[in-house]
């Protein structure tokens, strides 16, 4: 055997077409969330203690619970947002990986040359949900982005689909 002919040569790594890293929006800081529940801290206390004053006690017990309730939604809100979705696209397959917000991992491997793209769009609204079809299986990708952020997302994953489907360019001279 001549050394052009070794099977014990290491291929090299297959090009990434396409790479996205998907996460919920958040519009809120940490720092921003300790700020407005201050602010929500304040307002019912002073709130709380006008009725207090008046008689009514049993209404400061609700302005507590109120601003407990504010601040329970948000720390829900702060811990979904630790889930992600990973796409990759290379030329011989596509990988999604979700994370849900407790680190629970779940992975889906696609050939790119079977894979189809399925839309579902609201007249008013744009693209609603993007589904990655192959073989009888469906999987619900960018779930996190809104309508207009599907589209560009849509077209840009379906541009690394075609380049996937059409194969490998060879360049000699590289």
Known sequence: ???????????????TLFSALLVPHRSLSRRG?????????????AAGMVFLFMGAWPVLAFFALDALAIYWAFRINF???????EICVT????????INH????KEWVFNP????????THEEYGIESLYLVSRGRSVS?????GPDEK????????NALQLAKRGPSYNPIA
Request: proline fraction near 4%; avoid cysteine.
């Open 141 to 145: 990708i960018a779930r996190f982005l």
């Open 33 to 45: 969330f300790a700020v407005l529940m201050a602010v929500i801290s304040v307002l019912s206390f």
């Open 113 to 120: 040359l079977w894979v189809r793209l399925d839309q579902q």
């Open 79 to 85: 811990r979904d947002a630790k889930a992600s979705e």
């Open 1 to 15: 055997m001549t050394t052009g002919n070794d099977f014990d040569q290491i291929a090299a790594p297959e090009p």
């Open 151 to 158: 589209s560009s997302f849509a077209k840009a994953l379906t």
């Open 102 to 105: 407790r680190g629970d991992t």
């Open 91 to 98: 030329p011989s397959e596509l990988r999604v990986r979700r």
